[in-house]
């Protein structure tokens, strides 16, 4: 009888838990794919230094995926092995260039092979409030992820 009872309480307790920790993963996938897009500008960076050509985070229109780039021929063409190089973002995540992009049509940040990037901000965006914001500050800065209220500090 005490046995009924203890599993009793803990599926009580388990049913008032489920819906804030359903909260608690959605949110995990926002924070997890800004670290995500935070690592793929760093690997851009080190991608034009090393390759000794201007890199590109493209980002795609509809926020679903963010690729590197890198100009070959006057023309800039996707890094092979997507793994590394790519980005998809998870179902209810989308990923937006806050920053006016100098092709709206095909949003990018540019790396160049000195260590230097454009100044830009990064929105990624989850299912309700949730918002992590990827940004750099100056030239010669890292990508940093924050809240909105951090990345407007000076």
């Known amino acids: 009888m005490e046995l009924v ?12 838990a ?8 959605e949110s995990r ?8 897009v935070a690592a793929l500008s760093h690997r851009a960076r080190s991608c034009a230094q090393t390759l000794g050509a201007p890199c590109r985070l493209q980002v795609d229109v509809s926020g679903r995926a963010c690729w590197l780039t890198v100009l070959q021929g006057g023309a800039y063409v996707p890094i092979e092995d997507s793994g590394l190089f790519r980005l998809d973002a ?11 992009p100098a092709d709206p049509n095909s949003p990018y940040v540019q790396f160049h092979p000195s260590g230097r990037c454009d100044i830009a901000t990064l929105a990624v ?11 750099c500050r100056t030239p010669l800065g890292r990508f940093e992820v924050g809240s909105p209220g951090e990345a407007q500090a000076p």
Do not use: E, N
Request: net charge negative; aromatic share 4%; proline share 4%.
């Open 18 to 25: 489920a819906p804030s920790l359903h909260r608690f993963v």
């Open 90 to 100: 998870p179902d209810g995540v989308t990923v937006k260039l806050d920053s006016t």
């Open 5 to 16: 009872l203890v599993l009793a309480v803990i599926a009580l307790m388990a049913g008032v």
């Open 125 to 135: 965006r989850g299912r309700g409030d949730d918002v992590c914001l990827v940004s």
């Open 29 to 36: 996938a926002t924070v997890d794919t800004a670290f995500a």
